[in-house]
């Protein structure tokens, strides 16, 4: 505590969040703030007779109203993405907060709604040349129909609703093009200019020619803009352990600093000078934070690095636990619900792992050369950084990439390779205007440089991915493994460094523990199950088989394969105006894809005992089978509006 005095601050803040969200949003905490600030105000004037016995109250009193103070914030947060719109449809004026991005059937757009009320929701417009032409900071005026965020209900699927409302997005709403206009008005806050300084930057990378890829492989390693990367380019890095080059963090930030801080490096080394000179680091740092999207990543190392400069100026050491705390600090503050984000959760205990185990692990062996040094320097920190990353990996994903150690050697130089050319190519882009021959032959050589740099990139990813066993796949942990892995591997650690017994005895115990909650998982085996899934308004079911899901490929009407029940899949109606002598009884009647269907028709030719109405169906034509159904007193489930459905085996 006495080495890493924010962790003191850090700890109420984590409490107040997690009691918040487990335990009770709805206590009201704010007596008991007053009381802790009131402890703070006591303990200065506590005489010096009684300071020693009363020492306490200071650190106690600001830590209760640090605990209440971040509830209070979450209440806050919470409040801003609460879903309080009318049930019809209602004319809103708002902002576009982003740059829209194209989907499959729209253009979806981050807005905020600042009239009647203060809320940001996700809007999808009909893509048109209008609404392709928006920015952000532009003022619309939309007349919609706002709808709570709502899970699919499929098994094991992602968490979007909550996902959501930890970005502060309160509800989504579908806009045609005739009902939405551009007001004209233009909000130039710093977070539209900085995109809008992002758009231009993007705009010349297009005239790269350097394609499609590799320009969206440039554009997420330097600006953090991942719009454009394709899902068999995310797969690979992913299954490599490079997924983390894609994401501006504290790698490519850190570039960037050193990048920074040779322009300015002409600047003196002491007095006036070098406070001007780490300034104009600050600021050019976090004008690139600014640009880069303001990641969780980006903004914890945009803090660290600030720390680091603060550092140089005061003659102290800048990367240490405490810098640590003092990020994680002021970012929770800020926004508590990053706590629940893969991102900050990865991005903290990757450097909380680098701090801690790459020490250690470089002790090992001490290279006598330069080139050797770096690799083992490179080395090190790459699996210091896994050994942090793999159990909330294997917790939320339940894989682990293989040959991490190899891909992360070629890779990492080849990013800072590329990421030191970008930038004197974008200044040389913005001189075209002087149309100097020997800029734009300079400029050439260092467009074909990085082209081949990031192809080669590309080809070792893609390399690795192919080689068998490349990703190791398994179950996801518990909480209570994920914990239990931490522990034995901080546990196992400290007992190598010390050989103290007692640390191994516990790491005994958690590695015995771990083994007992394995061993219960085997007993407790997923269901076997024929599902409908909520896809969309596409048809979609299929078998799940130990956990995996297998597809159901889906033709015409067909009878579906199950051990203990009847099930028939009617995908289009050819049973109008047909006559039917005997009627088939069956457990499950699944209607898709047809709007046509009735079940006034359909009664004479199957008896179900359960109506199944798949996503596929439009919403009219589903409630006009739902009110046919309640007439006839058939049971059904509506698969949009009750998520998936599912049978046992």
């Given amino acids: 505590m006495r080495q890493v005095p924010f962790l003191r601050l850090l700890i109420p803040v984590i409490s107040g969040i997690l009691f918040f969200k487990f335990i009770s949003p709805s206590i009201y905490l704010f007596p008991l703030g007053i009381l802790g600030l009131f402890t703070v105000l006591i303990s200065f004037f506590i005489s010096k007779k009684h300071s020693y016995i009363f020492r306490w109250s200071f650190g106690a009193g600001l830590m209760i109203f640090l605990f209440s103070l971040t509830i209070q914030f979450c209440q806050y947060r919470t409040n801003l993405s609460l879903y309080d719109f009318p049930d019809k449809s209602d004319t809103y004026i708002g902002e576009i907060l982003d740059f829209p991005q194209q989907k499959r059937r729209s253009l979806a757009c981050q807005m905020r709604i ?101 320009n969206s492989f440039l554009s997420a390693i330097t600006l953090g803009y991942k719009a454009d990367l394709t899902n068999d380019l995310k797969n690979a890095f992913s299954a490599t352990g490079t997924s983390h080059v894609l994401a501006v963090s504290g790698l490519h930030v850190g570039i960037v600093y050193i990048i920074i801080m040779l322009f300015f490096s002409f600047l003196g080394k002491r007095g006036m000078s070098l406070f001007i000179k780490h300034l104009l680091i600050l ?57 629940f984000d893969i991102g900050f959760q990865l991005s903290f205990t990757c450097v909380f792992s680098i701090l801690f185990f790459q020490p ?14 770096y690799v083992w320097n490179l080395f090190t920190v790459s699996l210091a950084a896994q050994l942090g990353a793999f159990p909330l990996v294997l917790f939320y994903f ?40 020997f800029l734009q032959i300079l400029s050439g050589i260092i467009i074909l440089f990085m082209q081949l740099l990031i192809k080669a990139v590309l080809k070792i990813v893609y390399f690795f991915e192919a080689l068998p066993m490349a990703v190791l796949e398994g179950p996801h942990i518990s909480i209570v493994q994920l914990i239990l892995l931490f522990s034995g591997l901080f546990l196992l650690t400290l007992f190598l460094i010390h050989k103290r017994p007692n640390y191994l005895i516990y790491f ?14 085997y007993f407790k085996k997923p269901t076997d199950q024929f599902v409908v899934y909520n896809s969309y308004n596409e048809p979609d079911m299929g078998y799940r088989i130990n956990g995996e899901k297998i597809a159901l490929p889906i033709s015409s009407n067909q009878s579906v394969a199950h051990p203990s029940a009847s099930i028939v899949l009617l995908t289009e109606n050819t049973y109008k105006y047909k006559v039917c002598h005997q009627t088939l009884s069956v457990d499950y009647l699944i209607l898709s894809s047809d709007n046509s269907f009735s079940m006034y028709e359909l009664l004479p030719f199957f008896k179900p005992r359960h109506v199944i109405i798949d996503s596929s169906i439009a919403g009219y034509a589903a409630k006009k089978l739902q009110n046919e159904c309640l007439k006839l007193d058939l049971a059904f489930h509506d698969i949009s509006n009750s998520g998936a459905f599912s049978v046992n085996f």
């Fill in 114 to 214: 600042t009239y009647p009320t203060d809320k940001k929701i996700m809007l999808y417009l009909e893509p048109d040349t209008t609404s392709q032409l928006l920015k952000p900071g532009d003022k619309i005026l939309i007349h919609a129909s706002v709808k709570p965020f709502n899970n699919l209900g499929n098994p094991d699927e992602f968490d979007y609703k909550g996902f959501m409302h930890n970005k502060g997005f309160s509800g989504s709403a579908y806009v045609s093009s005739v009902d939405w206009v551009n007001t004209g008005v233009k909000n130039r806050s710093v977070k539209s200019l900085a995109l809008s300084a992002r758009a231009k930057v993007l705009d010349i990378y297009k005239t790269y020619d350097l394609g499609a890829d590799e």
């Fill in 283 to 339: 600021l050019c740092l976090w004008g690139y934070v600014f640009i880069s999207g303001m990641s969780v990543s980006v903004i914890r190392a945009g803090i660290m690095l600030s720390l680091f400069s603060l550092g140089i100026l005061f003659s102290k050491k800048g990367f240490t636990y405490n810098t640590l705390a003092i990020a994680a600090f002021f970012i929770l503050i800020v926004n508590p619900f990053y706590l």
């Fill in 360 to 373: 250690k692990i470089s002790k090992l062996y001490t290279p006598k050369y330069k080139a050797p040094k």
């Fill in 398 to 437: 339940g894989t682990f990439p293989t040959y991490f150690f190899i891909t992360n050697l070629l890779v990492l130089p080849l990013i800072g390779a590329i990421i030191y050319s970008a930038v004197p190519l974008i200044i040389l882009s913005l001189l075209t205007f002087l149309k100097l021959d």
């Fill in 508 to 521: 005994l115990v958690s590695a015995a523990l771990l083994t007992i909650t394995n061993t219960f998982g």
